[in-house]
């Protein structure tokens, strides 16, 4: 794959209006939260394409790679694998308006570490688990339900509201 890259000088590639290319490269992607937990990405960056096309004022841009996670499964906390593929596409149109100018694009240079980290975090899934059929933990004892005995199970509570008539007496 190409150079590690953090930010992209887009005005050296020299394009002109009409004109793309297409670039392979190495973009770091840092670990973090989600739903209180930490992940992390495997490698240290990921093997990106970035496609780059000249409009008459601005660039489209699109970048693909793929990232595979670490980090503990939502349901039983036990460790997790993800693989997820990304595909993020950016505009920048300068005098278009906040819909055509791109967060990550100051003059020409590209900021593609954090178009990456935020395009990896919109393409995760709701939830990270260790497998599909994951059964997590009791909500009673925290045994993880993977592992449980088959039989695993609690005496259910007295329900509160039938509290007086166990008091009750009839003689």
Do not use: K
């Not at 593609?112 to 994951?134: G, V």
């Amino acid at each position: 794959m190409g150079q590690r890259t953090e930010i992209f000088d887009l005005g050296r590639l020299s394009l002109t209006s009409g004109e793309g290319r297409r670039l392979e490269l190495q973009v770091p992607v840092g670990g973090f939260e989600f739903g209180g937990q930490r992940y992390v990405v495997r490698e240290d960056s990921v093997d990106a394409v970035l496609d780059v096309a000249h409009t008459t004022s601005g660039y489209s841009l699109r970048l693909r790679f793929g990232a595979d996670l670490e980090g503990p499964c939502m349901r039983c906390l036990e460790p997790a694998d993800h693989e997820v593929m990304v595909d993020a596409r950016e505009i920048d149109q300068p005098g278009g308006g906040e819909e055509l100018s791109s967060p990550y694009l100051d003059g020409e240079e590209l900021d593609i570490a954090a178009w990456a980290r935020d395009a990896l975090a919109l393409a995760l899934p709701t939830q990270i688990i260790c497998t599909d059929e994951c059964r997590g933990l009791c909500p009673v004892c925290g045994e993880n339900l993977n592992t449980a005995a088959p039989d695993h199970a609690h005496e259910r509570e007295p329900d509160p509201r039938w509290a007086a008539l166990r008091e009750l007496r009839l003689e």
